[in-house]
């Protein structure tokens, strides 16, 4: 069975970093996509804030955060580490990592990853 823990939520100030972590276990595909999503309060769950293609390394990010979140992985392990820089209070939400099985690099931006955490909440302060 697949797990993913998060950790690394909590309650920050505006202009702050923080950094999520993400580790996968279980995990028998050959290859897969690995993903942060995020989910604010009364809204729905959107597409993936940044993601990882284990198979070539490809990494992207929904245009909303470009230049301030950084996806890592750690070497070798199933793990997706989520640097958010210049904290806003709009970055308040549920943070969710999740996993695929991918077809193709393509499928790394859906949005029904297979391979859910529990999520963890940031609250950012202004």
């Known amino acids: 069975q697949v797990h993913l823990a998060e950790s690394g939520g909590g309650s920050f100030q505006a202009g702050g970093s923080l950094k999520l972590s993400c580790a996968a276990s279980g995990y028998d595909h050959p290859n897969y996509c690995i993903a942060w999503f995020r989910q604010t309060t009364g809204s729905e769950r959107g597409g993936p804030v940044a993601?990882?293609?284990?198979?070539?390394?490809?990494?992207n990010y929904a245009d909303s955060v470009k230049g301030r979140f950084t996806i890592s992985q750690d070497n070798g392990k199933m793990t997706a580490n989520l640097q958010i820089d210049s904290l806003k209070p709009e970055d308040t939400a549920m943070y969710y990592c999740?996993?695929?099985?991918?077809?193709?690099?393509?499928?790394?931006?859906?949005?029904?990853?297979?391979?859910w955490g529990q999520g963890t909440r940031i609250t950012v302060s202004s």
């Open positions: 993601w990882v293609y284990a198979r070539t390394g490809t990494k």
């Open positions: 999740a996993a695929h099985p991918p077809v193709s690099r393509t499928e790394c931006s859906r949005r029904d990853y297979r391979y």
